[in-house]
């Protein structure tokens, strides 16, 4: 995943992308950087490498050596950007946000059609950016490439562009599978994948651009150079996982459907008659909370936190380059509490359940402390596909989803073509499905959240929700 910020004004605008971009840090922890445009300096950049460090801490010199009016920014799981690019439609950084699944023919279609080039990294692996940017370039207009761009590529690209003369331009997805919003100050425009970024940075809330739509923003206005499509298929794990807490897409808030998602499992809960004898409810740090403070919330069952990961000195973004020591930070970082813990009956609620490793851990950590007994809830339904627009699934390989592996233990390929079957828990092969889960990671119960459950929570009409790596269905 990733994230982008960006402003244009007529005063400084470094502080506000360097705070704008920093507020997209839980969407990515590779890549960050930044590019400005300053009349007389021209466009400057700076990139850096976030893996062990946070975007503030590395990009802290800026206000002492960026300066402009007009600024981009952006937080990357892949690859470093904003890129600078020098062609017929003249100077301009970009950044780009998605994944395109289709790079390398695209890659060879350029080189043997064009006789063009790109500037490889190690391993000969072309920058995302860079390609989307040649497919831009082959038209005579930033618009015309931006759509012949998104037509081509399978995937999903956002893009965020800003020119030698100090405008940008934003293009959504074409169908909207990621927001992008504009906002609006005294003084000009940002652009922002966050709404709250825009907030904290002084903008109100323009417009959130539609499904494929193209704008050029200057300070004082916001030109449509493509209209919006009608299709839109934004993301559903927006709000049960990766979005931001006090962000909005199209209207609803992340923290609020969060909370309406766990009392629809308590709801569901209490009407097959299970789950009755659980001391606390307790959320799986982070995003796993408010699903679990929703649940408790309507089950009238308290919510507690039996452990707390500690963050000061552990942060997300620190990652060991060895294996055994990521365990090793991973166990670190959680502190048990054990007055809540030892002889509790004790009900989890997890974002989701991917490969299942660290949830196996987790759990087994609440029985080293005494733990009586451990139910998990799944706050989205069981995912049966690795997504193929945005990849923000860590599984590679659609066989790396627990779902996936069990259901091969349990029938071989035979049991693909009843993934629905699996899905539902009321079909015996989801029952079986379950149970054959709960042994693996050691639980007394599983069950997962219904896609009817999470369409209800969301409050969108499913149709214009991307639910691909639940269903399947484009």
């Known amino acids: 995943m990733g994230g982008f910020f960006g402003a244009v004004s007529s ?67 892949y690859d470093p950007q904003p890129k600078i690019i020098r062609s017929r439609l003249g100077t301009y950084a970009i950044c780009t946000i998605g994944a395109i699944t289709n790079a390398n023919e695209l890659i060879e279609k350029y080189l ?13 692996r ?61 003084d000009g425009h940002c652009v922002s994948f966050e709404s709250f970024a825009m907030y904290k940075t002084g903008y109100d809330f323009e417009r959130e651009l539609g499904p494929g739509e193209i704008v050029e923003i200057t300070k004082d206005e916001v030109k449509v150079l493509k209209e919006a499509g009608d299709e839109l298929k934004i993301c559903a794990f927006l709000w049960s996982y990766y979005g931001f807490p006090t962000s909005s897409y199209e209207g609803v808030n992340v923290e609020c459907m969060r909370y309406k998602n766990g009392e629809i499992m308590a709801r569901n809960d209490k009407e097959a008659g299970i789950c009755e004898n659980i001391d606390y ?5 982070d995003s796993g909370t408010p699903h679990a403070i929703g649940y408790a919330n309507k089950s009238g069952t308290p919510f507690a936190r039996p452990f ?26 959680q502190i048990p509490v054990h007055d809540l813990i030892e002889g509790k009956n004790l009900l989890f609620v997890d974002d989701s ?15 080293e402390n005494g733990a009586g ?20 699934s860590p599984a590679k390989d659609v066989m790396e989803l627990i779902t996936r592996s069990t259901i091969m233990e349990l ?64």
């Not at 359940?353 to 029985?367: A, E, N």
């Not at 451990?374 to 596909?385: G, Y």
């Not at 539902?424 to 989801?430: A, W």
Request: overall charge negative; charged content about 25%.
């Open 11 to 77: 005063r400084s605008v470094i502080s506000d992308v360097f705070f704008g971009t920093d507020y997209h840090s839980h969407l990515g922890t590779r890549r960050a950087g930044m590019a400005a445009y300053d009349n007389e300096i021209g466009i400057q950049r700076e990139i850096h490498n976030i893996e062990n460090s946070p975007f503030r801490t590395k990009f802290g010199k800026v206000f002492g050596e960026m300066q402009g009016t007009t600024a981009i920014g952006c937080i990357s799981d």
């Open 112 to 124: 043997n059609d064009i006789g063009g080039h790109f500037d490889a990294m190690t391993g000969g």
């Open 126 to 186: 072309v920058n995302y950016t860079d390609l989307l940017a040649a497919m831009i370039n082959q038209k005579e207009s930033f618009a015309e490439g931006i759509k012949f761009a998104q037509d081509n590529i399978e995937g999903t690209a956002s893009v965020l562009i800003m020119k030698e003369d100090g405008s940008l331009i934003a293009a959504r997805d074409k169908v909207g599978r990621l927001p992008v919003l504009v906002g609006k100050s005294e």
């Open 281 to 285: 409810i307790c959320g799986v740090p």
């Open 308 to 333: 707390i990961k500690y963050t000061p000195t552990w942060a997300r973004s620190f990652i060991p380059a060895y294996q055994e020591e990521r365990n090793r930070v991973a166990k670190m970082k």
């Open 353 to 367: 359940i991917v490969r299942g490793t660290q949830m196996r851990k987790t759990v087994d950590f609440l029985y």
């Open 373 to 392: 007994e451990v139910h998990m809830r799944s706050a989205c339904p069981p995912i049966m596909h690795s997504c193929k627009y945005l990849n923000f």
């Open 411 to 474: 029938e071989g390929e035979e049991g693909f073509k009843y993934l629905d079957e699996y899905s539902d828990s009321s079909t015996e092969r989801g029952k079986k499905m379950r149970d054959a889960i709960c042994e693996k990671l050691h639980l007394k119960t599983l069950e997962f959240q219904s896609l009817d459950g999470l369409v209800e929570a969301i409050g969108i009409d499913k149709c214009k929700l991307c639910t691909y790596c639940w269903d399947g269905k484009e």
